[in-house]
């Protein structure tokens, strides 16, 4: 299994519509992170969240919202989807106090807002 | 503003040839550049640079790091096929999450 899971992987919806992206991990990480990915824009932060009581808005947080249930969930909201909010979403966690920086990434989900 | 940029932004060669990815950058808190592979899924995790000079390794990849002049060199010798794919630099920052660059997209044609 991975550790770090993301649900649905493929998602198609329509403009309006309340979406939710799940994401868990079983690598015992405290910070996760929610990135978009779209052609040619590289990833951009959404949001992020250092421990269980920590969220923190990203570069391109409008039109999303976060819970971290526990400190292996974090989920992302769109609470009423747009077109141009379709991309590749991805979910990572890092490590609190190691000597790199690296995130540990999921395998993506990828959402179409018609 | 935090910024990480990339250059070039794609880039198409020959197997065989030897490519290099720029990557500079202009942060507060500068604590580790990183190097990620982007295929057709999830980024892999290339190098983790810290400090100048210093160059990193991975059979046919290396990287260097230049803190005086904050940019970061990747170079593939001998490129192959499986290259082929979207390049990423990050930044780290103490106290924040990771600052992606735009990438580069290498396609290597045989």
């Known amino acids: 299994d991975a550790d770090v899971t993301q649900t649905p992987r493929n998602r198609i919806t329509k403009t309006g519509k309340r979406i939710m992206l799940e994401c868990s991990q079983t690598k015992g990480h405290d910070r996760m992170y929610w990135y978009r990915q779209d052609p040619g824009l590289g990833l951009r932060l959404i949001y992020y969240?250092?421990?269980?009581?920590?969220?923190n808005k990203g570069e391109i947080s409008d039109g999303y919202s976060v819970s971290r249930q526990a400190q292996a969930k974090f989920s992302l909201s769109l609470e009423s989807a747009i077109p141009n909010q379709t991309a590749l979403y991805f979910c990572?966690?890092?490590?609190?106090?190691?000597?790199?920086?690296?995130?540990?990434f999921g395998e993506g989900s990828r959402l179409t807002v018609l | 503003e935090d910024k990480v940029v990339q250059s070039p932004l794609s880039l198409v060669v020959h197997e065989g040839d030897t490519v290099t990815l720029n990557c500079s950058y202009e942060?507060?808190?500068?604590?580790?550049l990183l190097w990620y592979k982007q295929e057709k899924k999830a980024p892999t995790f290339l190098f983790m640079l810290?400090?100048?000079?210093i160059e990193k390794k991975s059979g046919r990849l290396s990287s260097i790091l230049d803190k005086k002049e904050l940019f970061s060199i990747l170079n593939i010798t001998a490129t192959q096929t499986g290259d082929s794919a979207i390049y990423l630099c990050?930044?780290?920052?103490?106290?924040?999450?990771?600052?992606f660059g735009k990438g580069t997209t290498l396609s290597v044609s045989s």
């Open positions: 990050a930044v780290d920052q103490a106290g924040t999450a990771l600052i």
């Open positions: 969240s250092f421990d269980v009581k920590d969220i």
């Open positions: 990572a966690t890092s490590e609190t106090g190691a000597d790199t920086g690296e995130l540990f």
């Open positions: 810290t400090s100048s000079g």
């Open positions: 942060v507060t808190n500068f604590r580790s």
